[in-house]
Nanobody, 114 residues
Framework: VHLVESGGGLVHPGGSLKLSCVLSGRIFGLNATDWYRQSPGKERELVASIAVRGTTNYADFVKGRFTISRDNAKNTVYLQMNSLEPEDTAVYYC?????????WGRGTQVTVSS
């Protein structure tokens, strides 16, 4: 199972970015998939989750600003990020679980700075 994130970059405060996570390999449809982030010196934290049937959950610090979605036909999970703040600067990772194993992508850097 492979996950590849893309869509990161440098954006001004208040701006938007849309991240993509493409899943490939031994997956049978999309499993529950999460977006995490990690800033320097901080632990990796859960940002948003989307379940198999589409139920979503968000960390309090992104509620109302970020939206997680999926396109099953493309095996892709997205994270639309609006009203970005400098505190959102981090490497963003996607993760999925197949059986007992968690699979992670390599991450995409998001930098919010003026």
């Amino acid at each position: 199972v492979h996950l590849v994130e893309s869509g990161g970059g440098l954006v001004h405060p208040g701006g938007s970015l849309k991240l993509s996570c493409v899943l490939s390999g031994r997956i049978f449809g999309l499993n529950a998939t999460d977006w995490y982030r990690q800033s320097p010196g901080k632990e990796r934290e859960l940002v948003a989750s989307i379940a198999v049937r589409g139920t979503t959950n968000y960390a309090d610090f992104v509620k109302g600003r970020f939206t997680i979605s999926r396109d099953n036909a493309k095996n892709t999970v997205y994270l639309q990020m609006n009203s970005l703040e400098p505190e959102d600067t981090a490497v963003y990772y996607c993760k999925t679980v197949v059986g007992p194993i968690s699979y992670w992508g390599r991450g995409t850097q998001v930098t919010v700075s003026s």
